[in-house]
């Protein structure tokens, strides 16, 4: 379940895709592991908000994050942290990943963010339309992606790429992902667009990049959504300042 937030992951809405890949295209497998070396190994310290929406746009509630990370370090490392509109601490996530051994979570809350257990990653994030899942963008590393197809977005050519969820993540309550679609930015190696999909191949939520940019040599997303289908809100996650850790 490694990720980072932000190299990575969504965009617009439905498009017409492929259903056979080109034969001089990479396999899905290697695609994602293009994806994830490209992720900063630079320690970052990211902060910015969640605002959540009705459909016409009305705002519902506001959250900020901090985002903490250190792929170069040995795990590699991340830290997720939700605070309300005041500052104060509401949940910190932390997740770190050994070589050859399933990710170690380790999970706070509250204003002193005492340690319980963790939620299950399907779970949503203080009222948003994230899941732990998808903010920390784990199907990055599940294994056995297959490569579908090509299609373009934002007119930008995209590998796509199905990502059968672990059978240990069907077994969590909510919203339950049988596999997730990606579209991955054939030149940046950035996810624009995911979708996690039930059995059927019908879109539970989906995710789009709205903006990115690049800091320090690295494609970073600026402003991103997800909703959940069917549609009754959204939230849009704005990153405020990208900043060298200390």
Same mark, same amino acid.
């Given at each position: 379940?490694?990720?980072?937030?932000?190299?990575?992951?969504?965009?617009?809405?439905?498009?017409?895709?492929?259903?056979?890949?080109?034969?001089?295209?990479?396999?899905?497998?290697?695609?994602?592991?293009?994806?994830?070396?490209?992720?900063?190994?630079?320690?970052?310290?990211?902060?910015?908000?969640?605002?959540?929406?009705?459909?016409?746009?009305?705002?519902?509630?506001?959250?900020?994050?901090?985002?903490?990370?250190?792929?170069?370090?040995?795990?590699? !490392?991340?830290?997720?942290?939700? %605070? @309300?509109?005041?500052?104060?601490?509401?949940? #910190?996530?932390? +997740?770190?990943?050994? &070589?050859?051994?399933?990710?170690?979570?380790?999970?706070?809350?509250?204003?002193?963010?005492?340690?319980?257990?963790?939620?299950?990653?399907?779970?949503?994030?203080?009222?948003?339309?994230?899941?732990?899942?998808?903010?920390?963008?784990?199907?990055?590393?599940?294994?056995?992606?297959?490569?579908?197809?090509?299609?373009?977005?934002?007119?930008?050519?995209?590998?796509?790429?199905?990502?059968?969820?672990?059978?240990?993540?069907?077994?969590?309550?909510?919203?339950?992902?049988?596999?997730?679609?990606?579209?991955?930015?054939?030149?940046?190696?950035? !996810?624009?667009?995911?979708?996690? %999909? @039930?059995?059927?191949?019908?879109?539970?939520? #989906?995710?789009? +990049?709205?903006?990115? &940019?690049?800091?320090?040599?690295?494609?970073?997303?600026?402003?991103?959504?997800?909703?959940?289908?069917?549609?009754?809100?959204?939230?849009?996650?704005?990153?405020?300042?990208?900043?060298?850790?200390?």
């Amino acid at each position: 379940m490694k990720s980072t937030i932000f190299v990575a992951t969504l965009i617009v809405a439905a498009m017409t895709t492929s259903a056979d890949a080109e034969p001089d295209e990479p396999d899905g497998r290697r695609i994602l592991q293009a994806v994830v070396a490209a992720l900063p190994t630079d320690p970052l310290d990211i902060s910015g908000d969640l605002l959540v929406r009705k459909r016409r746009g009305v705002p519902v509630h506001k959250r900020k994050f901090e985002i903490n990370l250190n792929w170069g370090a040995l795990p590699p !490392v991340a830290e997720y942290t939700i %605070r @309300d509109g005041f500052g104060t601490a509401l949940e #910190r996530l932390r +997740v770190s990943h050994p &070589k050859d051994a399933d990710e170690q979570i380790e999970f706070a809350v509250g204003a002193a963010l005492n340690p319980t257990t963790p939620p299950p990653l399907f779970a949503t994030v203080q009222d948003t339309e994230f899941t732990w899942a998808d903010l920390t963008l784990s199907f990055l590393w599940w294994d056995n992606g297959k490569r579908v197809g090509s299609d373009k977005v934002r007119g930008r050519d995209c590998y796509i790429v199905d990502v059968p969820a672990p059978p240990e993540n069907n077994t969590t309550t909510g919203a339950v992902y049988d596999h997730v679609r990606l579209w991955v930015d054939k030149e940046i190696l950035l !996810v624009l667009k995911a979708e996690g %999909r @039930d059995k059927n191949a019908e879109p539970i939520r #989906r995710m789009w +990049v709205r903006s990115f &940019k690049k800091i320090n040599d690295q494609w970073m997303i600026k402003d991103m959504e997800i909703q959940a289908l069917p549609a009754d809100q959204r939230t849009k996650m704005t990153i405020r300042e990208v900043n060298a850790a200390e």
